[in-house]
């Protein structure tokens, strides 16, 4: 299991899901917390499974997509 893989396909699904742009998740996360220190270079790399973030970067993310910390490290399942 590779949680960084996970985490990254998991922030891309619910954002698509959500129907949001990288910009527009980038703008709801400023909006929380403008020290996140979140750009859409960020967030892309996080989608690409490039960048590890924090526990509070994460915890920040799911607030703006509107779903659990536990969804976004959640491995799907196989079925």
């Not at 959500?18 to 996360?29: H, I, N, P």
């Not at 917390?33 to 509070?56: C, F, M, W």
């Amino acid at each position: 299991m590779d949680i960084q893989r996970i985490l990254a396909q998991n922030v891309r699904r619910h954002r698509l899901a959500a129907d949001l742009s990288q910009w527009q998740l980038v703008e709801r996360l400023e909006a929380l917390d403008a020290d996140l220190g979140v750009d859409q270079a960020y967030l892309s790399h996080l989608e690409n499974g490039r960048k590890n973030p924090t526990l509070i970067t994460v915890a920040c993310i799911a607030k703006a997509l509107g779903v659990t910390v536990a969804q976004l490290v959640q491995e799907p399942d196989a079925g």
